[in-house]
């Protein structure tokens, strides 16, 4: 059975610090990695990695994948109160374009 | 990004009824659709990938006779929730995608509350 699996469950930091999310997975017939942040609705797409070692940066938010160790991480440099929310990772894996979701990160930046 | 929505995005009903939920893309064409619950402090959890002009695909668990999935066009796609029980209270959420990219678009999602 795929699995994802976030760490940590849940965070709470100050304005301005910078923080790392962590997301590893063990799924069979790996396609590629996406993150997603989720306030109070639905899920807002990041990034996708399907590459080992190629960072994709957005702004503040960057992140990496590691085919080898099984592993993505999620940077927020400078963290704004607006970043406080459930950051989620998941693995498109075979053909059907299934989504394995990890269970998130709630992060909470405050001032 | 490509624009998915969803309607209602708030119901409530009564235990036994039934509640339609349309899921649109509404700026690209998507054969595949995606339909998710989520729980309060839970992750997105898949119940079933919805194809136009075909039957859904409903993961272990779902059951298919009560959670009705119709892919009409390329451009909708409804769940119907039948004989609703308080139990089905959850955030249902769709998304559209699956082109090259993989990476999937969500609808704002739709909370449902049974009571």
């Known amino acids: 059975e795929d699995k994802v699996v976030q760490s940590p469950l849940s965070l709470v930091v100050h304005e301005g610090d910078t923080v790392t999310l962590n997301c590893s997975y063990e799924?069979?017939?790996?396609?590629?990695l996406l993150w997603y942040k989720q306030e109070k609705k639905a899920p807002t797409f990041l990034f996708m990695l399907t590459s080992s070692g190629i960072e994709k940066k957005s702004g503040r938010l960057s992140s990496i994948l590691d085919k080898k160790e099984l592993f993505s991480i999620l940077n927020i440099t400078a963290t704004q109160t607006g970043d406080s929310a459930v950051y989620l990772c998941a693995v498109h894996t075979g053909t059907a374009s299934k989504l394995t979701f990890g269970t998130g990160t709630r992060l909470q930046v405050t001032l | 990004g490509a624009v998915v929505s969803q309607h209602p995005s708030w119901v409530i009903c009564k235990s036994g009824t039934s509640v339609k939920i349309e899921c649109r893309s509404l700026?690209?064409?998507?054969?595949?659709m995606f339909w998710y619950r989520q729980f309060p402090k839970q992750s997105l959890m898949l119940m079933a990938t919805s194809n136009e002009g075909s039957k859904a695909t409903y993961e272990q668990g779902v059951e298919k006779d009560k959670f009705l999935i119709n892919h009409a066009s390329l451009t909708l796609s409804t769940l119907t929730v039948t004989s609703a029980h308080p139990e089905d209270s959850s955030f249902y959420i769709c998304?559209?995608?699956?082109?090259?990219?993989?990476?999937?678009?969500f609808g704002p999602g739709t909370r449902l509350t049974v009571t």
């Open positions: 998304s559209a995608g699956g082109g090259p990219g993989y990476e999937q678009y």
């Open positions: 700026d690209f064409q998507a054969t595949t």
């Open positions: 799924v069979t017939n790996f396609r590629s």
